[in-house]
Nanobody
Framework: QAQLVESGGGLVQAGGSLSLSCAASGSIVSISTMAWHRQAPGKQRELVAH???????TYADSLQGRFTISRDNAKNTVYLRMNSLKPEDTAVYYC???????????????WGQGTQVTVSS
């Protein structure tokens, strides 16, 4: 089994910053792409950013420049630094990782439980 655990969510004022982290643990053989998604109330889940094992990053067009994704492969951890936060960034943020675990021959995406980020105006 494997799991992803997010931390770092909370309440912040507009214009402020917040950092999220997500650690993968369990019987992991390999991790490829790691990503952050978010889901605001009444909206579909959307991609925030993803990062490859080699550190190549991709961002949602509307977020590039304010959000930064990074990872520490030795710690199986992905991070999201969010600056200049806006009320519309309020959402549950989920991390995801494409992993292979020891008890399975397939590679698939695993998801964390989500962490709430609330930006007040």
């Amino acid at each position: 089994q494997a799991q992803l655990v997010e931390s770092g969510g909370g309440l912040v004022q507009a214009g402020g910053s917040l950092s999220l982290s997500c650690a993968a643990s369990g019987s992991i053989v390999s991790i490829s792409t790691m990503a952050w998604h978010r889901q605001a109330p009444g909206k579909q889940r959307e991609l925030v950013a993803h990062i490859t094992t080699d550190g190549i990053t991709t961002y949602a067009d509307s977020l590039q420049g304010r959000f930064t994704i990074s990872r520490d492969n030795a710690k199986n951890t992905v991070y999201l630094r969010m600056n200049s936060l806006k009320p519309e960034d309020t959402a549950v943020y989920y991390c995801a990782a494409v992993m292979r675990i020891r008890t399975s021959t397939t590679v698939r995406a695993y998801w964390g439980q989500g962490t709430q980020v609330t930006v007040s105006s």
